[in-house]
């Protein structure tokens, strides 16, 4: 917050935009979570669907899972910053 005030944002311009900041990574990770979750479901649902089927659901539990690791390192970014 202090970079924000020497930049030349007032102190509670830099209140707000750390504010958003925080609860789009909020977001974000409820995101990541329910797609993990969902992949995790796949997985087991892929041993109890059509043998047709089978590839597909595990295959879309694997890209779920991948997903939800990918975002939250892309977006977010990394976790040892300042606060």
């Given at each position: 917050?202090?970079?924000?005030?020497?930049?030349?944002?007032?102190l509670?311009?830099?209140?707000?935009?750390?504010?958003?900041?925080?609860?789009?990574?909020?977001?974000?990770?409820?995101?990541?979570?329910?797609?993990?979750?969902?992949?995790?479901?796949?997985?087991?649902?892929?041993?109890?669907?059509?043998?047709a089927?089978?590839?597909?659901?595990?295959?879309?539990?694997?890209?779920?899972?991948?997903?939800?690791?990918?975002?939250?390192?892309?977006?977010?970014?990394?976790?040892?910053?300042?606060?």
């Amino acid at each position: 917050m202090c970079d924000e005030v020497a930049r030349g944002h007032t102190l509670g311009e830099a209140f707000v935009e750390s504010r958003g900041a925080k609860l789009s990574n909020i977001v974000i990770a409820v995101v990541a979570i329910a797609l993990f979750l969902f992949g995790i479901l796949c997985f087991g649902l892929a041993f109890q669907v059509d043998e047709a089927w089978r590839f597909l659901t595990f295959l879309g539990g694997i890209l779920a899972c991948t997903a939800a690791l990918f975002i939250p390192m892309t977006f977010i970014g990394r976790s040892n910053r300042s606060w």
